[in-house]
């Protein structure tokens, strides 16, 4: 059962990457929910070809995060968990942690960049002490089949030949 609601936010976080893909972003989409609510959602932004420089604070899950200042309804991150089609970086990471969310449910590991391995028992305090749990691989194929579509697209120069997008083609390729 629980991997059924899984499936059911991880696609919400996949329409949200959808929408970037189609405006030429990078596909990362995220959502959050509480207690059964999707309390906000946001993909990346910042990549597509139509701006001077590549922006790498827009991350889905920041843009998610900064969503919640703007609810009227009280946040509790305790009931909160945050669905995203691709693992969170270092920042977001921390940007998570820091933000009380003790759950982050993800669809396609970041083999360049992902954060959710970093040990926590030797970060300084304030991140030893927060306690996380992390679900991978919800609905991973669908996501490598979005990041696949990405690289393959010739516009698309947001990591062009870089160690993600060889992953992603290898893994699409079943190598």
């Not at 597509?48 to 200042?69: P, V, Y």
């Not at 009931?79 to 009380?100: D, H, N, Q, R, Y």
């Amino acid at each position: 059962m629980l991997k059924l609601k899984y499936e059911m936010y991880m696609e919400l976080a996949l329409e949200q990457a959808q929408k970037a893909f189609v405006k030429g972003e990078f596909p990362v989409g995220c959502v959050i929910v509480q207690q059964g609510q999707v309390i906000a959602s946001d993909a990346r932004h910042g990549t597509s070809g139509e701006i001077s420089f590549f922006s790498e604070i827009d991350h889905a899950e920041i843009r998610a995060l900064k969503m919640l200042e703007m609810k009227e309804t009280g946040f509790n991150p305790e009931k909160s968990v945050l669905f995203c089609t691709m693992e969170p970086c270092l920042m977001c990471f921390g940007a998570i942690i820091l933000s009380g969310i003790k759950k982050i449910v993800y669809a396609y590991e970041d083999p360049m960049g992902g954060g959710t391995g970093c040990d926590l028992a030797l970060m300084p305090p304030l991140y030893k002490a927060c306690k996380i749990d992390i679900v991978s691989g919800v609905l991973r194929q669908k996501s490598l089949d979005l990041f696949y579509d990405f690289f393959n697209k010739e516009a698309n120069e947001y990591w062009k030949n870089s160690y993600l997008e060889a992953y992603t083609l290898d893994q699409k390729r079943g190598k």
